[in-house]
């Protein structure tokens, strides 16, 4: 990143970074855009520490509206996402826990307890399809479990290599999916096609929380073998297939399904799974 041209020494986890300041005039608008690139990369900011001062909860919304010229130094507290959502977890598993077993009164004090703790903000903000499923939880829509979601994620933070090896036939059985994707909403089979959205909406999702953590693991993705820019026009991609089919474009959903995502979840998968290959063959060199 180019480097900033301000007098302020700003860090993350107290390591130094190159920004530029625009048009920021607050902490707050600094950080904002910080906060954007930095969930790109699967991190969280946790804390701030603006002039040598940590700001904690009670404090930070006046660290934030501080001007920037009466700021010589901010130091970004970061924690991997994937670390807060198994602590998020956790904290929610123990709360639905005490929940079971309480009385009316003591259920709604401890959802409304729930929906106003840091995990909810987490769950709502980041991992929508947990939020709603604690709802339903307390809602009495859905059984009184977060173990799915708790086993798949802690798997991804354990050994992101080891799960992200481990989906290749799910990788291949959604391409396969999408390349038919056309021909289900051309023969009447919509809740095919409906369900293959949903496995392949799941699927990305999870292949998106594995980047940033197998880029922890070693994993050198400058060096990964796709095309320019690969991992934004995905993203593009996604939206618009999704757009198109929603606004119930078959012939365009269609073909982005078979001519787009299909081909690029296969490119993905095969690039990653390729560089996954070469860092195990260099660590054992190493050993030898």
Request: charged share 25%; glycine share 4%; proline share 3%.
């Amino acid at each position: 990143m180019p480097k900033i041209e301000e007098a302020m020494f700003i860090t993350i986890n107290e390591k130094p970074i190159d920004i530029t300041i625009e048009n920021e005039k607050t902490v707050g608008e600094l950080v904002a855009g910080i906060d954007l690139w930095l969930a790109g990369s699967g991190f969280v900011i946790c804390a701030l520490v603006v002039n040598d001062k940590a700001s904690g909860a009670s404090a930070l919304d006046n660290a934030l509206t501080q001007s920037l010229n009466e700021v010589s130094s901010i130091d970004i507290k970061t924690q991997a996402a994937a670390e807060i959502c198994v602590d998020a977890l956790l904290l929610t598993r123990e709360m639905l826990e005490k929940w079971a077993v309480s009385d009316n009164g003591e259920k709604a004090a401890i959802e409304l307890k729930w929906s106003a703790s840091p995990a909810a903000s987490f769950f709502q903000n980041r991992e929508p399809e947990i939020y709603l499923h604690i709802k339903d939880i307390f809602t009495g829509k859905n059984e009184n479990t977060l173990e799915p979601f708790l086993s798949e994620r802690t798997r991804e933070l354990d050994d992101p290599i080891k799960e992200f090896l481990g989906i290749e036939e799910r990788v291949d059985d959604t391409a396969a999916r999408l390349s038919d994707f056309a021909l289900d909403l051309q023969t009447g089979k919509e809740p095919h096609a409906a369900e293959t959205v949903k496995i392949f909406s799941v699927l990305s999702a999870k292949l998106f929380r594995l980047i940033p953590l197998l880029r922890s693991s070693g994993i050198d993705f400058e060096t990964v073998p796709l095309e320019k820019n690969f991992f934004e026009n995905l993203n593009l991609t996604l939206k618009e297939f999704l757009a198109v089919y929603e606004a119930q474009d078959t012939v365009l959903s269609g073909d982005l399904a078979e001519y787009e995502m299909a081909p690029r979840l296969h490119d993905l998968y095969d690039a990653v799974q390729t560089k996954i290959k070469e860092h195990k063959a260099a660590l054992i060199k190493q050993l030898h």
